[in-house]
């Protein structure tokens, strides 16, 4: 694994010849608007990276775009890899091993959910403060690669303290509220049932998603700092639970989109 990262690190390098990326940024359904605010420098497509996993639903749209935000130089992955689609999570992970390879130092992500707090409403912000993985499995399975980090990595403060308050005051500032809490990752790709929805409530979560956890773990075990936040697009409280289809999902997305990308920006020229 190691020598394919490298590779991938080393392709990457070249096209991009001296420009390094300080921050990696991980755009979740229906939150890429991000990427209109960057001055680009380059963009690679996933299917141009040796051993990059390739979308084989999508199309191959996934693209590495680099550029400069709000004066900061970073890379962001449009178009992310999840479980669900067949992957394994070694290769959900694969680009977040190589943006840590290429010098990025902090982590930022963003992910579509739903929300299990019953103070939440559709189109909120979330902060997250802390994850409970219910994925089937990890990406730190297998023989630990010691060179990005250690075999039983803590977990006891995964989500930078510092960038949870920041984003607080950055949200006060611009004039509107954000959420904090807890994010449940499972498998999908169907969405809860009822009860399965109470019982993620009962444990602890305040949101559910798909995503985040694997590329959070891959990114704590190599000790970069991660900020996530996650778009509540539909309210799944006993009361408020409806038929949920992507269109409805999107829409909610896309209100949120504005703030999330504000947060994000803001953030990353503090950082
Ligand atoms: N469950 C799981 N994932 C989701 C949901 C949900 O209700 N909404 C958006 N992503």
Known sequence: MMQQL??????????????E???????????????????VVHSIAYTDIPNFPVSTVESHSGKLIFGNLAGRRVVVMQGRFHYYEGYSMEQVVFPVRVMKL???KKLFVSNAAG???????TSDLMVITDHINLQPSNPLIGKNADQ??????????????????????????????VQEGVYVSVPGPML???????YLSIIGADAVGMSTVPEVIAARHMGMPVFAVSV??????????????????????AIAEPRMTLLIRELVRRA
């Open 6 to 19: 490298q590779e991938s690190t080393d392709h990457i390098k070249k096209i991009i010849s001296g420009f």
């Open 21 to 39: 990326p300080e921050f990696g940024i991980i755009l979740g359904t229906g939150l890429g608007a991000l990427v209109n605010e960057l001055e």
């Open 102 to 104: 290429m010098g990025v």
């Open 115 to 121: 929300g299990l707090n019953p103070s939440f409403n």
């Open 148 to 177: 990005l980090g250690p075999r039983f990595p803590d977990m006891s403060d995964v989500y930078d303290e510092h960038m949870v308050r920041e984003a607080m005051v950055i949200a006060e500032d611009a004039g509107f509220a």
């Open 192 to 198: 809860e049932t009822p009860a399965e929805y109470r």
């Open 232 to 253: 509540i697009t539909d309210m799944c409280t006993p009361d408020r639970i409806k038929k949920v289809v992507l269109s409805d999902i999107l829409e909610a997305a």
